[in-house]
């Protein structure tokens, strides 16, 4: 046990029995559910009780859709029809009162899913710096829609509609960044939202309930709790949802996609699961391929879908990089998340331990060996990386996504043998590449970018910067999301044509000076 900075600590269990429904904070009068930290307070280790949440049911759940319908009305609802502008100042609303939950957030953050001190600060004003780049981004995207373009005798004015209601479900190793890189998008567009937290990393969002009551109108987003199985199974049943947006695992989304009625009215917008490989090229720079790894494969102990799940290094210089790389990792500091410098932190999910140990002992049934001395230690909230070298086919390591603490490596004499894997493998979204000779690199990096959708050179994977486009191949991604793609993704095209005539002409020019209408406007904003 560490003694615990006073302004880390919990003064009382968090029992949240409010949720947002229909514009409304309403009290939850039934089941709830514990919320646990894997982080103990006491001197014999014991998960300490965070407090509770809205156990929600399938009632609960079809009276959340019937809001978010009600609010959208096909189309004809205030928030669709609304200005851009308008929309765009309810947002403003929401960031500036999001702001102030800072502290709040921060230490949610760390207590609930195990996340350092300076990652959750970042965490949080990554969040808050990608509402505001959406805004203006936004603004850019209505802008180019401002004018009337005129072809073949047509006259036409080209924007951005809603799709509909959405359905949002947030991971909960980024609940707050990877969430609202969902939710704001589908918002500022004009759909209504339903949003269901992830199992872990729920909390940390009732600071924020105020903000979105306060910020949105009525039925425009509905916020439930509770399992995916009660609430958005029967969501999904309806019909009723115009577009699933997921960040988690492939196996859920198409089970939720099979439960909607008229799959081709479903949009799907889908992060998942990767299995990102890092490759080691004969001529890398060796000190700086290590330190890139571990970032890339341990950061948040390794529970990031842009994580290095496996990592290829060529057998000239395997000896040297597995000592070097075996190494780092037994330096690397274990604590707790607001402890100085600490790397390695509990781990959230109470079974991860013990599936990262099945993986450990499957691989060494099969011929690996854990090469650093720390690799596989047991605490109760946390299992200490292992190293596992060499790793081959017939090992779970290197078929399943880890998303924890276990490192696999193996040894490739032809490129090939990489790219061969990748090719065969069900994910595709990015892979780190390390090399200097650019007669080797540049055909590679020719071949990697129709396996992969990001080839990092001489860098760990990782998402952002925001603006860039996250997606992936395969069971990796459905869509693309950055502040530019995202705004797309959860809208569509549509415009309003007329003949090229006088009779047409002078109706339009009435229609933009009389700003009756919200998507014939010209309007510029600031």
Not at 103 to 112: A, D, G, P, Q, R
Not at 322 to 350: H, S, Y
Not at 414 to 438: R, T
């Amino acid at each position: 046990m560490t003694t615990i900075p006073e302004k880390i600590q919990l003064q009382q269990p968090w029992h949240q029995k409010d949720y947002l429904l229909d514009g409304e904070l309403k009290i939850w009068e039934g089941e709830t559910a514990e919320v646990y930290s894997s982080i103990s307070t006491t001197t014999n280790y014991q998960p300490t009780l965070l407090g509770s949440v809205p156990n929600m049911n399938e009632a609960a759940a079809l009276a959340a859709l019937e809001s978010s319908h009600k609010a959208y009305n096909n189309g004809q609802g205030d928030w669709p029809t609304m200005k851009v502008q308008d929309r765009i100042k309810c947002m403003e609303q929401f960031v500036k009162q999001m702001e102030q939950t800072r502290s709040e957030v921060v230490k949610l953050l760390m207590w609930e899913i195990g996340k350092t001190l300076p990652d959750s600060e970042k965490e949080f004003d990554r969040t808050v710096e990608y509402i505001y780049d959406t805004i203006k981004d936004y603004k850019a995207l209505n802008q180019e829609g401002n004018r009337f373009q005129k072809v073949q005798g047509i006259n036409a004015m080209i924007k951005r509609s809603p799709l509909g209601v959405v359905l949002c479900l947030g991971p909960y190793n980024y609940p707050l960044n990877e969430t609202f890189s969902l939710l704001i998008p589908a918002l500022i567009m004009g759909n209504t939202v339903l949003f269901k937290p992830a199992k872990f990393g729920v909390l940390l969002l009732a600071p924020l309930l105020q903000a979105f009551q306060s910020s949105f109108p009525k039925g425009v987003i509905n916020i439930l709790y509770g399992r995916g199985r009660e609430v958005a199974a029967p969501i999904m049943k309806s019909g009723l949802v115009t577009v699933l947006s997921l960040i988690g695992n492939s196996k859920s989304a198409i089970a939720l996609q099979d439960l909607h009625p008229n799959k081709n009215k479903l949009r799907l917008i889908l992060g998942l699961e990767a299995k990102n490989p890092a490759i080691i090229l004969p001529d890398a720079n060796l000190d700086l391929a290590v330190s890139e790894c571990i970032t890339g494969s341990l950061s948040f102990n390794g529970q990031r879908c842009t994580a290095l799940k496996v990592i290829y290094v060529h057998e000239s210089i395997a000896e040297e990089f597995n000592k070097r790389f075996a190494a780092k990792v037994d330096a690397l500091k274990f604590g707790n998340p607001w402890e100085e410098n600490v790397f390695l932190t509990p781990l959230p999910e109470p079974d991860k331990p013990d599936y990262i140990q099945e993986l450990i002992d499957d691989a060494k049934a099969n011929g690996a060996n854990i090469i650093n001395e720390r690799g596989g230690e047991r605490m109760e909230n946390y299992i200490f990386p292992a190293v596992l070298f060499p790793v081959n086919k017939a090992m779970r390591v290197y078929h399943e996504e880890q998303f924890g603490p276990v490192v696999p490596i193996l040894t490739f004499k032809d490129i090939q043998e990489p790219l061969d894997d990748m090719a065969a493998s069900d994910y595709g979204q990015q892979v780190s590449l390390f090399g200097k000779d650019i007669t080797t690199v540049a055909p590679l990096i020719d071949v990697l970018v129709n396996l992969v959708c990001r080839v990092n050179l001489n860098s760990s994977c990782q998402r952002g910067p925001d603006v860039f486009p996250f997606t992936g191949r395969k069971d990796s991604a459905v869509g693309t999301l950055s502040i530019h793609d995202a705004l797309r993704s959860f809208s569509i095209r549509t415009f309003v044509a007329s003949k090229d005539n006088d009779y047409n002409n002078a109706i339009l020019q009435e229609l933009l000076d009389s700003k009756k209408s919200n998507f014939i406007n010209t309007d510029y904003i600031l």
